[in-house]
């Protein structure tokens, strides 16, 4: 039999197998014409060794092409975050750059493959782990930090036809998840053996717990308004009526700093205040770990932002223009927009100290965001939405 | 007394700009450095320029050199020493050599060389491989295009003309002070005028001591002599004093 | 339930301690019970090396006790040893120490400004202030040949006149300065955060601050009205005109305000006395060896009062000279600052002491 006998892409939508049923999705249509492409080359070239063996036409077979093209999309949709990632990394340098007046990165063009660079070195550095520490503690926590943040990471949908999974629950699997990484954090304060550790993350879970409850009353109000936990009815509510910053401004606030603190970016960096605790809860940690932590600070903030844009800026929807732009880009400037106010923030501020930053989570962003739920009450029992 | 530029804030706290100036501040000097390019120098590929006289190592002009030891003196951190070298046009010659290492830049070498032979470098780039490599013999120690802006000159103002209201007429001491013979104390013993470097000391007979043998007193000539006390260190008895000129 | 307390070492590597010491404080949660200031890991024997060296040869080891006041501490030094020889510098050297002390003084400032910015986390602060900083190393670069150790001042004048264009470059420089010094004050007196961090916190007041001995901006910021400047004019600060800043709070705010105004009186301080330089001589001739006696000399530091008391013996070697640091001093009073306040203060009281440890362990 010939080669294209072998090698035939199909539409993924017609696979009896699919989790999606007839919805669109291109990260799963990309992995399984991936499949049918590798898969239907090694079933060519492995029928030419063995002719008529039974192993070639199982491996294009519809089952298999559908459970290694899951396979293949979780890559393809990672990959895609992941450079996403490096983008936002590469622009928090250049921007803050800028700001100080000096030059930030330098390895490729625009110096955009620093962070690549700065990834192989902590990959290429020894492994060196505290004589006293906690081994289980300190491994795993970290593990859960990067592995939550990108858990998370993938469970937000670029547009309704770039997702993993549609879910009835959607914002509240990830604000759940989202809340892992603190306790965490806590654990691996305590694993390290450090007093500046053992501070940073108590000052971690402090701030983190007490920003989480703003957080939650702003999505809870958002929920409201909208009337479904999906993350695809909320964007489709603000593209049938208003974006939710309208309406919701003083929401959109809370829910903006509360992320930056979140987020542990200056100026809410207490858990790694370097100018008194070393490097706050990370210092014992070196090489990839320490890289990973960092890759995980940005995946989270990569999260924040996205939630914000979700929830207050229409997602992937551009008033009047609906079906001139490409709505996963058009979601990825957003979330890069927002990442940006938290740059030049970082940029302009300094440190805030432990008591302060609880008071304003407490006495000015609780109250806020309780006011904020008022108002959507009102707007609701008003029948403005 | 107060604090002046306070001034142009209001004295209540809460009526300041929070945080909209500084976004504001960040914002503009963003706008303002992509525009232009930023002040950062990109050291190994583009260098900041730097004065002649700037204070890198010390350079040696060998040919002017005289060998005299002033900067060997003078050294805080005695890095300079004296060494025989072989040249081919001069013959035997003392010059210094210098252990970069522990030189400190201060270029007071430079600035006592009563011939400008010792002059400051703008060299600052002098990593090695080992100390040894750090120790600049007075061949290392040229630098090719030495100009007039790396000599340092000793521009000193003697307080008896400044008395008298003379400010235009700058000296140095190796061109006042002079050593002074005290002449009940020399033994003729000629180390004085063999070890000067210039050649300013002349012996000179000044009468017959008992047994019949001439007496031999230094003559120093003060127009060769650049003071550098290697007489008034070498003599067996203290014959040879320092005379400050003030 | 029982509370344990912790101790905890900051230092003598650690990034709030710019140098090598420690403070260990006694924590409680995150307030300061108690605090140990430690010192002497920096110890190099400056003043015993000096007995071997001569009296010219001090003055590029002086530069050496502080990285950032290289040109004061020369200078009093070089004050110290006229005193002793008793001589008259001339007027233009002592116009040109002058404006070499004040472009000091504001590098000095602005060097901890930087490190402050630092402290609070505000990175912008840091490289702002270092940029305007590297200005005024470049007119040390022209004026004496090098950035940090100057090494200008000489017994009896100054090592070199000033050289062709200097004064309009120092103008020019000044001007620039003070206009870009209000941005950086723009992203700390404007922003809510940085008043919240540094008011109130490290409050000290001016009966401590006077029975400690503290001296400079950490007294000034008190509500002490002294400044050597002023009060003991030496070479020719009684011709010129300038105000003394007092603040009366007496915290870190304080500090931090008294020594921008510090800056802003130095660019007036240099314009004055670069219109009123005379002409003539810069340096004078002076006798190697200096007579027995024991002199001192005194002068404003950008940290306090610097001084420095020598004892010679006639010999061209001075037979003690003791060095009057005022960190030294000031670092004593770390604890009383840091006490009842919390950790995360350390940073912003500390940072406001401008901490130099080549003068203080010396």
């Known amino acids: 039999m010939s080669f294209s006998d072998w090698v035939n892409i199909s539409d993924p939508l017609a696979n009896p197998n699919s989790p999606y049923g007839v919805t669109e999705n291109i990260p799963y249509s990309v992995g399984s014409g991936l499949w049918e492409i590798i898969g239907g080359i090694l079933a060519w070239i492995i029928n030419m060794i063995v002719p008529g063996n039974r192993l070639s036409p199982w491996l294009i077979s519809d089952a298999v092409t559908n459970a290694l093209g899951l396979v293949l999309m979780v890559v393809v949709f990672f990959a895609v975050i992941f450079i996403v990632n490096l983008t936002m990394i590469w622009i928090e340098r250049k921007v803050l750059g800028r700001i100080m007046d000096r030059r930030a990165t330098r390895i490729g063009p625009l110096g955009y493959l620093q962070c690549l660079a700065d990834g192989l070195k902590t990959f290429l550095k020894e492994h060196i782990m505290p004589d006293k520490a906690d081994k289980k503690g300190y491994m795993w926590a970290v593990s859960i930090v990067i592995g939550s943040a990108v858990l998370i990471a993938g469970m937000i949908p670029l547009s309704p036809r770039w997702f993993l999974a549609d879910y009835g629950t959607g914002l509240l699997i990830v604000f759940g998840i989202f809340a892992v990484s603190p306790f965490m954090i806590l654990v691996a304060g305590w694993a390290q053996n450090n007093k500046y550790s053992l501070i940073g993350g108590m000052r971690a879970a402090a701030q983190m717990i007490s920003y989480e409850i703003p957080m ?33 401004f003083i929401g959109f606030v809370v829910f903006m700093v509360a992320a930056v603190a979140e987020a542990e970016r200056i100026p809410f960096d207490l858990p790694e205040a370097e100018a008194e605790l070393v490097e706050g809860w990370q210092t014992e940690y070196g090489g990839m770990k320490w890289g990973l932590i960092m890759l995980s600070d940005y995946f989270r903030g990569y999260v924040a932002c996205a939630l914000g844009v979700i929830m207050f800026l229409g997602g992937w929807a551009l008033p009047f223009m609906d079906e001139l732009v490409i709505p996963e880009i058009v979601f990825l400037l957003k979330v890069i927009l927002l990442f940006f106010i938290m740059v030049w923030a970082r940029g302009t501020f300094g440190r805030i100290r432990t008591d302060q930053i609880l008071n304003i989570g407490w006495k000015v962003l609780l109250p806020l965001a309780v006011l904020n739920l008022f108002i959507v009450v009102l707007l609701k029992m008003g029948g403005v939405f | ?109 430079a600035e006592y060389c009563p ?11 002098l990593a090695g491989y080992t100390r040894e490599d750090l120790i600049y013999d007075p061949y290392q120690l040229k630098w090719e295009n030495t100009t007039i802006g790396m000599e340092v000159h000793l521009e000193e103002h003697l307080p008896s003309n400044l008395a008298k209201g003379v400010t235009d007429k700058p000296t140095a001491f190796y061109e006042v002070d002079r050593p002074k013979l005290i002449g009940e104390k020399c033994i003729s013993c000629n180390r004085c005028a063999k070890t000067c470097p210039v050649d300013a000391i002349e012996m000179i007979v000044v009468g017959e001591n008992a047994k019949g043998k001439p007496i031999k007193h230094p003559k120093i000539d003060d127009s060769k002599c650049v003071f550098c006390e290697q007489c008034i260190v070498i003599c067996p008895k203290d014959a040879l004093e320092i005379n400050e000129v003030l | 339930m ?3 307390k912790m101790w905890v070492t900051m230092g003598p590597q650690h990034p709030f301690s710019h140098g090598l010491w420690t403070l260990k404080v006694k924590i409680d949660g995150e307030v300061i019970t108690d605090a140990i200031p430690i010192i002497g ?5 400056w003043e015993k090396e000096c007995e071997n060296r001569t009296y010219p040869q001090i003055i590029p080891m002086a530069d050496r006790l502080c990285y950032s006041a290289s040109m004061t501490w ?63 190393l470049d007119l040390f670069v022209k004026l004496c040949g090098q950035r940090l150790t100057t090494n200008y001042p000489r017994i009896g004048g100054v090592r070199n006149d000033m050289p062709y264009l200097f004064e309009r470059d120092c103008m020019r420089v000044v001007d620039l300065f003070e206009k870009r010094l209000w941005d950086i004050i723009a992203l700390m007196d404007d922003s809510a955060i940085f008043l919240s961090r540094m008011q109130g916190v490290g409050r000290i007041s001016r009966k401590e601050a006077a029975n400690m001995g503290l001296t400079g901006p950490g007294m000034r910021g008190c509500g002490v009205n002294f400044d050597v400047r002023r009060d003991d004019p030496y070479e020719v600060y009684d011709l010129l005109d300038f105000e003394v800043p007092v603040h009366k709070d007496g915290d870190a705010y304080a500090r931090y305000a008294v020594r921008i105004e510090e800056m802003f009186q130095s660019c007036e301080i240099i314009r004055q006395a670069m219109a009123q330089m005379p002409d003539g001589p810069v340096r004078i001739k002076v006798p190697r060896n200096v007579p027995a006696g024991s002199h001192f000399a005194r002068i404003e530091d950008p940290r306090g009062e610097a001084l420095m008391h020598l004892i010679s013996d006639g010999t061209d070697k001075p037979y003690r000279l003791k060095v009057r640091s005022p960190i030294f001093v000031n670092v004593s009073g770390a604890k009383r600052m840091v006490l009842g306040t919390r950790m995360a203060d350390v940073p912003a009281i500390m940072g406001t002491i401008d901490m130099c440890l080549g003068e203080t362990d010396r």
């Open chain 2, 1 to 109: 007394m107060a604090i002046k530029y306070m001034d142009k804030y209001p004295k209540n706290v809460a009526l300041r700009g929070w945080i909209l100036k500084p976004f504001l501040t960040t914002f503009k000097n963003m706008i303002k450095t992509t525009i232009h390019r930023p002040v950062t120098i990109m050291y190994p590929y583009e260098k900041e320029w730097i004065p002649d006289n700037y204070r890198g190592r010390p350079g040696l002009v060998f040919e002017k050199c005289v060998g005299c030891g002033i900067c060997e003196r003078m050294c805080p951190t005695t890095c300079i020493e004296l060494v025989e070298v072989e040249d081919e046009a001069l013959g035997k010659v003392k010059r210094p050599q210098v252990n970069v290492g522990r030189c400190m830049m201060c270029g007071y070498c």
């Open chain 3, 74 to 136: 020369s200078h009093v030094y070089v004050m110290a040893v006229e005193e002793a020889l008793g001589i008259e510098v001339p007027e233009r050297a002592q116009y040109l120490r002058v404006v070499a002390d004040e472009i000091c003084r504001i590098q000095s400032h602005l060097m901890w400004l930087a490190a402050m910015g630092t402290d609070l986390g505000n990175l912008t602060v840091f490289l702002w202030s270092l940029r305007e900083r590297e200005m005024f």
């Open chain 3, 2 to 4: 029982m509370t344990s």
């Open chain 3, 41 to 45: 890991y920096l110890h190099r024997g």
């Open chain 1, 216 to 248: 939650l009353l702003v999505f809870v109000s958002v929920v409201l308004m909208a009337g479904s936990l999906n993350i695809n009815d909320i964007v489709q509510f603000q593209m049938d009526n208003t974006w939710f910053i309208i309406p919701q």
């Open chain 2, 115 to 125: 011939v400008e032979a010792m002059t400051v470098t703008p060299d600052y780039e």
